[in-house]
């Protein structure tokens, strides 16, 4: 297990490293990043300045060096809007999101793990269809349209709820039932898939056979055997849970790190953009890690794989 383990944070690291190069790159493939920071009428003096100050004068191959070594020290640069460390702007805006993500996840398992179940277990029929097609309408369905659109329900028409930015228990909703419903239909399809093959399994007929109530057979057997492919892929769906923050926080006017992220783009805060990203990541990273870790433990054969 210790060597399994090894051999995932080693690839961790070394997915880490390649995206940080990535990063460094992709801020130089569209030409100078300076000149993406600059309004029209600055004078050469400013460019120069500019380009002293985030060492960009120096050859590619000293500024990725200098990145990396940044990075290594937990030093990505200062934010040009701000004027404070990127990284330490990262972490105030954190716990924001972090807030906002338990409660998307929440109404993710809630909404998808039922459905999928249903649908799996009365398929071909108007439930199961009925299923798809909300799963194809969460595909396929803007989060902005889905935050507008239920700002515009509940918040213009019903005035139940509020529209935007943080506060009590009831700001939450809205933006956790935006950022949720990203997830939920990718998640109800596998749902669906994997109670599928459980419930054509040889041990859920030997259950059948013993006498126990389908009620015993669906919720205990195969939904308990039809979660462990879904544990393997739920590090996908907190990645899309972070890009989906995004949009979601921007519409609802939320200080997270989707809102900063936004923020580095409008604003064209280079040092604060790459930030964001690096760090975005290292946390996708490590989650993806503990639940290989998880998922481990759960079926063993993965640790010999």
Known sequence: MQRYILHRFLQGVVLLFCVAIIVFALGRLTGNPVDL????????????????????????????????????????????????????????????????????????????????VLSAVYRGSIIDRLAGILAVLGIATPNFWLGIGLIYIFSVQLGLLPSARMGGPEHYILPAATLGTFAVAGMMRLVR???????????????RIKGLSELVVIWKHCLRNAMIPLL??????????????????????????????????????????????????????????????????????????
């Open 37 to 116: 920071m600059l309004p029209e009428d600055a004078t050469p003096e400013d460019r120069e300045h500019l380009l002293r100050a985030l060492g960009l004068d120096r050859p590619y191959y000293e500024q990725l060096y200098l990145f990396l070594a940044g990075a290594v020290r937990g030093d990505l640069g200062l934010s040009i809007r701000y004027r404070q460390p990127a990284v330490d702007l990262f972490f105030e805006r954190l716990p924001n999101t972090l807030k906002l993500v338990p409660m998307a996840v929440g109404i993710a398992v809630l909404m998808s793990i039922p459905l999928g």
């Open 193 to 207: 898939s994997s109670m599928l093959d459980v419930m054509d399994s040889e041990f859920v007929k030997l259950a």
């Open 232 to 305: 393997s892929l739920f590090g996908v769906f907190v990645a899309l849970l972070v890009t989906g923050a995004i949009v979601t926080e921007t519409v609802f006017a939320w200080p997270g790190i989707g809102r900063l992220t936004y923020e580095a783009v409008i604003f064209r805060d280079y040092p604060l953009l790459q930030a964001v990203i690096l760090l975005d990541a290292v946390i996708v990273l490590a989650v993806n890690l503990v639940i290989d870790i998880l998922y481990a433990y759960v079926d063993p054969r993965i640790r010999y794989a």
